[in-house]
């Protein structure tokens, strides 16, 4: 009887042990199956769309702050995307501007009637023609010594998805082509962060945001 007993109880420990190594297996498959990340997977794919889109971003603020805006070599000249912001705080006053579709029109001011620059092409040329919509803003430091953001382009409140990339461009006073009796501290120029007296005048922050239509 004490040797059909312990067959007995072998036979339970074995079933037991499988039963056991069943259920693990289980479980492990499950875990596998709802954290496995493949290369058709939906957060595989936004991962890969962001990561393309931070490329593409970097190398078109890159590539415009370091091209000059003439053939000329020397330090003071300045890359495009200076002069376009040099540009956009002077003659357009922090405008605001949109694409609707055929230009980017003025969204706050009626006599600007769009903003045709290097950058503007290179942005519709590379985002928008690709289904891509983005945002500008411009952050430098204010006249209280607050950072102040200004948004340059705006095309609405950017996805979940989107992704963000800046570039830091350091302003001169020589960049900045003063009409007479202008001075640096007037509401539509950035203000002189440096104060009287040194060359700096202030660093502005260009931030692009973009993400798939």
């Known amino acids: 009887m004490a040797s059909i007993a312990g067959d007995e ?6 079933l037991e042990g499988i039963g056991a190594a069943f259920i ?29 889109l931070q490329n593409m ?13 003439s053939n000329a070599t020397g330090l003071e000249t300045p890359s495009l995307l200076k002069q376009r912001i ?10 605001m501007f949109s694409w609707n579709n055929t230009t ?27 289904g891509i919509l983005f945002d500008v803003e411009v952050s430098y430091v204010g006249k209280d010594d607050n950072v102040r953001t200004s948004k340059m382009i705006w095309n609405g409140d950017p996805s979940e998805n989107s992704v963000t990339v800046s570039r830091f461009i350091v302003l001169q006073d020589g960049n900045y082509e003063i009409p007479p009796g202008t001075r640096f501290d007037d509401g539509y ?24 239509m």
């Open 9 to 14: 109880r072998g036979q339970m420990h074995t």
């Open 24 to 52: 693990i297996i289980m479980v492990l498959a499950l875990v596998v199956q709802t954290t496995s990340v493949t290369p058709l997977s939906t957060s595989f794919t936004n991962q890969h769309v962001k990561l393309e």
């Open 57 to 69: 971003g970097s190398d078109i603020l890159s590539t415009m702050d370091e091209t000059r805006i």
């Open 86 to 95: 040099v540009d956009w705080a002077m003659f357009y006053s922090y405008d």
């Open 104 to 130: 980017f029109f003025s969204m706050t001011n009626t006599s600007h009637s769009d903003l045709n620059t290097p950058l503007t092409n290179i942005l519709k040329f590379a985002l928008i023609d690709n």
């Open 189 to 212: 120029i950035m203000p002189d962060a440096s104060g009287p007296g040194e060359s700096l005048h202030n660093v502005a922050e260009v931030r692009l945001t973009m993400w798939v």
